[in-house]
Nanobody
């Protein structure tokens, strides 16, 4: 079955960095658009970034542009989110998403807390 397993979340001080990983199995990873979303309690899940199947194009939410970088390693079936200059507003559960036409899969999420 399809599995997306996120890791790398945790507690970090404002201005710090974290690198999230999402390991995929059960899909032809190199065919999928991969994205990161985040959600805080009481709010809708929001788009953070995506990367095309070949990795040649990326897109970011305006709130993270210039601070976050999405990348992928198709040989390892893994997508990454490098998060720098973190702010308290970045606190959320971060979810990995795999999308190909009508197929859409989610991971279980990893918690990121930015606090002093």
């Amino acid at each position: 079955q399809v599995q997306l397993v996120e890791s790398g979340g945790g507690l970090v001080q404002p201005g710090g960095s974290l690198r999230l990983s999402c390991a995929a199995s059960g899909i032809t990873f190199s065919s999928y658009l991969m994205s990161w979303y985040r959600q805080v309690p009481g709010k809708e899940r929001e788009f953070v970034a995506h990367i095309t199947a070949t990795g040649n194009r990326t897109n970011y939410a305006s709130s993270v542009k210039g601070r976050f970088t999405i990348s992928r390693d198709n040989a390892k079936n893994t997508v990454y989110l490098q998060m720098n200059s973190l702010k308290p507003d970045d606190t959320a559960v971060y979810y990995c998403n795999a999308n190909l036409v009508t197929y859409r899969y989610w991971g279980q999420g990893t918690q990121v807390i930015v606090s002093s």
